[in-house]
């Protein structure tokens, strides 16, 4: 398959499009005016958990107020399994993926997303010597009830 710039296929990012499907749900790429979902992290996660309805989209906003630089990454259990194999095998490697994202000490991003897969999933630093010892934001994402 070829790819061609400013085919549909493209939407205008080189070859990622504005939308991937990953484990958790699907990465947003210039999604434009999101509700924010703000959640801090210093030691441990506050709020600890997240209970979001199924298709909501947001903008998940991770403010770091630890003295340390954080990979923070969106996932199930297996992805961040595999996430954090990468990372025990290049432990300096600070790259931002669709899921993830780098945090300074002090610096707020933010990760847009729209949690279309109902299921448990967590937000963790994917840091080699961070994932062992720091906690997990858990995040439930629900099916409506009728």
Request: glycine share 6%; with cysteine; aromatic share 6%.
């Amino acid at each position: 398959m070829v790819l061609v710039l400013g085919s549909p296929l493209c939407h205008g990012h080189g070859i990622l499009p504005d939308e991937i499907p990953m484990a958790a749900g699907t990465a947003l790429r210039n999604p434009g005016e999101l509700p924010a979902t703000t959640v801090a992290f210093s030691a441990q996660w506050q709020p600890q958990s997240l209970r979001l309805p199924l298709n909501s989209a947001t903008s998940l906003t991770i403010h770091n107020s630890s003295n340390d630089w954080h990979l923070f990454a969106l996932g199930d259990s297996r992805a961040l399994s595999d996430q954090n194999l990468i990372h025990r095998l290049m432990p300096d490697l600070r790259k931002d993926y669709p899921n993830t994202r780098l945090s300074e000490p002090g610096s707020t991003v933010s990760l847009p997303w729209r949690f279309d897969v109902p299921g448990r999933f967590q937000l963790r630093c994917v840091r080699a010597d961070h994932q062992e010892t720091e906690t997990a934001l858990l995040i439930s994402v629900l099916a409506a009830t009728r």
